[in-house]
């Protein structure tokens, strides 16, 4: 007699990290990028020839996460200032209205521009961009 019983439907397959996320940190509540968005482009090279590094001094690199999301790692002399890091930043995205700069952890706005990279200890470290 037990044809005539009825069946359970067959449970939902779960997919992890299905759907749209949010950045954390974040002050929009615009979802984070998704990998087929196409990003804006960088124009890096521009930048990169006005900052002029003198390869016969200290070098170090620096990774400037965008407000969007996208990644720009840049080589900086240790004498260059928080200035040219913004100038940097500006030139690789001129499109980009008003942003602070800052650093992870410990989480420091990066406000004086006469610092120099060395003064701010910024070599490896990962500088953070929002918007205003």
Request: proline share 9%.
């Amino acid at each position: 007699q037990q044809r005539w019983r009825r069946l359970a439907p067959p449970p939902k397959k779960v997919v992890p990290f299905e759907g749209g996320g949010q950045r954390l940190g974040s002050t929009s509540s615009d979802p984070a990028p998704s990998a087929s968005s196409p990003a804006p482009s960088i124009d890096t090279a521009a930048a990169t020839t006005v900052l002029a590094i003198d390869p016969s001094q200290p070098q170090v690199s620096i990774q400037v996460r965008l407000h969007d999301g996208t990644r720009l790692v840049a080589k900086f002399n240790e004498s260059h200032t928080v200035g040219d890091l913004r100038t940097f930043v500006r030139l690789s995205r001129p499109q980009t209205g008003a942003f602070s700069l800052s650093t992870t952890f410990p989480k420091e706005e990066l406000a004086d521009d006469a610092k120099t990279v060395k003064e701010a200890n910024l070599g490896g470290a990962v500088v953070v961009q929002k918007l205003l």
